[in-house]
Structures are given as C-alpha cells and as structure tokens.
C-alpha cells in the first residue's frame, strides 16, 4: 500500500527529515517571504491598486534606464577585467618555484579586505578634487600630464575606475577557485601531451581550457550575481553618479518616502531582470559551446 | 618573465593597502594636498589622535560588528549544519535540486531582500538589534554556508559511520561522533567565512542599525563626510579601516590554506 511505504519512508528517515526543518523554515522566512512581499510590493501602486504604475514611475522621474545600461557596462567590463588577470595569476601561481606560498598569500590579501575600506583605498587613488590623489601624483611625477586626470568624470571614466576598484577586491577568489581547478588537472595528461610534440598553447587550448570549464563556470555565475549588485563600493567610491540599479534602489528606499518602499522595489524588479536576462544568456551559450551547466 | 609579471602583480595587490598606511600614519600638511608624495618623508601620529579621541565612535560599532558576525555563523550553521548533512546523502538529482534552489535564493539582488526584510525585522521587534541585522545578513550566508558544507559532507567516508551504525550505534549518534567530527575542518571555513561576511556587509547594516551601526556605515559616514575637507574626518575613516582590516587579513591568511578546490567543488561531485 503507498500509504504504508510513505509512513515506512517517513519512519525511516525521520532524523533526515527533521534535519531539513530549520534551514527549510528560515530560508521560508527570511528569502522566500520577503522576495513574495517585494514582488507584490514592486507592482503596488500608491492607489492600491496592482499595475505597472511604479515601473512607469521610476522610469519617468528616475533614470532608470542609464542606470540599467551603467549595471550592464560595469558588469562586462569588470567581469572580463578580473576574469583575464584571474587566469593569469592562477596561471603562474600554478607552477611550482621558490616563494610561491609567500606570493599565493599575499595576493589573497584583497579578499580580506571589507568592500567599504576598498572603496577608501581607491579614493586614495583615484580622487582629483580638490586634492588631487595618489594616481594623480604618480602620473605628475612621470611627466604624463601636468595637471592630472580625472578619474570620476565623465561617467565611462569613473566605471572604468569602479571597474578596476572591483576587480582588485574580487579578482582573488575566482583566483582561488581557477587555482583548484590547475591542481585539479592530472599531470599525466600535459606528459603524453609534452610526448605528441604539443606546444604551451596547444596544452592550454585542449588541456588545461577543457578542464578548467566547470570552475570558469562556478565562478563566473558567483561573481557575476555579485557584480550585478553592486552597490557599497560604487557608493564610497563614485556616489550617486554614475548610477547603478542597486545604489539607484538604495537611495530611493533610504529617502524614507511614503511609497519609496514600492518604488524601490520597483527598480530592484528591473535588476532581478537584468540578472534572469543574464542567466538565460548564459545557460544558452554555455549548452551551445557543448559545456555542461 | 612570468615572475617580474608576478611581482608586478603583487605590486599592484599590495598598493593600495601601502596608500591606506602612509595616509593613516602621514602628517596632514603632506598628505591632504595635491600631488602627494608616493614616498612619505614625515611620519605622524596625528590621525591616530583624531581617532583616539573619537574612540568612543568606534568602540560600539566594533562591539556591534563582533555581536553581529558571531550570530550570523552561528545561525546560519545551526541551520545549515542538519541540513547539508541530509543533502549530502541525497541521490544527484535531488541533491542538485536543493544546490540549485540555495542557488535561486542567492541570485536574487541584495536590496531586494532588504526592502521586505526591514519590515519583517520591524514587526519582529528587532529593528536596531544585532538579531534582526544577523537574521537579515543571514538570508545571504545561509546559501553559501550550505553550499559548503554539502561539499565538505561529501568528502567524509560514509563507511565509517555505516559501519558504526551496524555496530548498534544510533543514526543520531553515528552523526554525532563520526561525520560530525570528520567534517570539523570543513565546518571551521564555513563559519569563518559566514563572519567574514557579516563582518563585510554594508547595505542591511546601513538599512537596520541607524542607530547602533555596525562599522562599515560609520566607516562609511566618516568617508562621505570627509571628501573635500581637510583631513578630520577622512583620518579617522582611514584609522577605522586600519583596524577593521588587520584581524581580517590575518584570518585570511589562515582560511586560504583550508579553502581548497574539494570543498568548493564536493558538492556538485
């Protein structure tokens, strides 16, 4: 009787069962309910009525649409950014010498460093007013220029900066998860490649690329969503402008108007479609490529 | 060639943590102007004693962070500990599924969450409380402590803990005293890396604690009140950050060790 077994199958795994529980009913609570509760709240409009009329709002009195196209922008240039020197740095630090422990650590330092102090370090950097900072002094200093660049304006400068702001922070740990991926590719397969007479960039191309695809994959998604959501660093670093979805939502949420709840959600909507776009793109190429997801 | 590459590499890591030094412990007249130097020629005290005197700024919000970040681990892997313990003996598929599901929740826009999370920590009771910002933090630890621990699960050797049941002893129990303490080390880097984060976070902290912050927004407030003026403020941000780095960079040393490609990638094995 399939009563029976479902009661056997219960009785049976019981401790299992329970072990779900907690995590089922805060996860429940604390990403399920609110994500239900900024969905409806996204198309709430301040008649209490549903409908689009928050869309049309903050598209309207909000540039929306500049702060989707800035997300889009930081996303692939960062992403490719710290994604290359990444790969690059997995790549030397892949092979065995004399103080790679001491270099492996030290490049690990930025992951340890919290996002808001970053975005101090490269104030430092980057600030051209009124005292013009750090960047500023070096490129004097070399005779580049004689009075310096600005690094915050216009605004494809200033996501230039945020982009390498970001990729300082982050690059360690797609480092970290390409480096597991190196050690986790047999010699024996670059030995009978060495012995067929393939080349540095033939190994790389059919060797180490093909077996490093599930951890590009891993950690392109991870940081990828991240960088979507970005939002304390380009705050400390670039302000409210160049704008971005997350900080865009932030500041109309903080303004702690009667209905900026809604409109806030509203913008937050626009991003989780942004990162949908994303993932569907991604999954689409991935399975054209003939990798697995 | 590859190692001047990998000395410029660390070059460029290592500068601006250099700039966050020479700043904190520059003097004002050399530092706050334009063009500074790269190579300091005073060394100072000066913003050490701005930030002396506002220690009492600094005190709260580092009492605030630490409560903060020992709930969120402790939450999030009193939750996740149980859980990822059963996934792990899940078959793929439903293994996956649940991977896939923590995926889904993480993927969602942080700011997102807090909209309805502040509301839901209101009506708890718990705005301004280092509960309702470990709940709220917790809801983007949770995914990734799990995610871990799954992998770490999968790598402990089920025989043992089959055999011992076998010998009498009780699920519970061969849980308890075998797979339990085979994973510890597993466990250890998925807490540390759930205080980490907590101990990072900005956007709830700013949203839930206006009152009692923890230190990113102070770090942060310091910041945007500074840009422009003379050194104050930005001395005392810069001393803050000093201090909120060092443990951090000091753990990281530690964690990388223990952060290996197995349980980063166990649980899709």
Redo the contacts between chains.
Sequence with gaps: MAEGAAIRFFKRNL??????I??????G???????A??IY?AFLQSNNQIGLGNFQYVFHYQDVTTALINTAFIVALALTMQFL?SL??AL??N?S?FGRSF???????????????????????F?P??????L???I??LGISNT?INWIRPSWVAILSLAIADS?KNFPLIM??L???L??IPASQYESAAIDGANFLQQFRHITMPNLY??IM?AV?IRA?QE??I??LA??LV?SYPTF??PL??TT??NYGIHD?NY??AI??V??GL??LF?LVYIAISRRLGMEV | MWYTLLIIITIIVLFPVYLLFIVGFGATHEVFRNYPPILPSVFSLQNWNVAAQNINTIIAPLTMSTETAFLVAFISLGVSIPAAYTISKLPTAPRYGFILFLFVTQMLPEIQLAIPISALVIRLGLYQTALGLALAQSSIAIPMVAYILVGTFRTVPSNLSQSATIDGASKLQAFYFMDLRLALSGIAVAFILAWLFSWDEFVFAQILLSQNPTIPPVIYKYLSRGVGTASGPIGVADIFSIILIIPVILVTFFLQKYLRSDVLAGALK
């Design positions: 401790m299992e069962i329970i072990f779900l907690p995590l089922l009913a805060l996860v609570t604390i990403t399920l309910y609110p994500i509760r900024s709240l020197i690059l740095t030397l630090l092979r010498f270099f492996r650590t030290v490049i690990m330092i930025p992951f340890g460093v919290a996002t808001v102090v970053s975005g101090i370090m490269f104030t430092f950097l600030t007013s009124p005292q013009s900072w750090y500023n002094s070096i004097v200093k310096g300082w970290l998860i480096l597991g991926g050690a986790s599930p951890f891993m998604t969503i979507f959501n939002l304390a705050l400390v302000g979805l997350g939502a932030y949420f903080t709840a806030a959600s937050a909507m991003l989780l990162i949908s993932i």
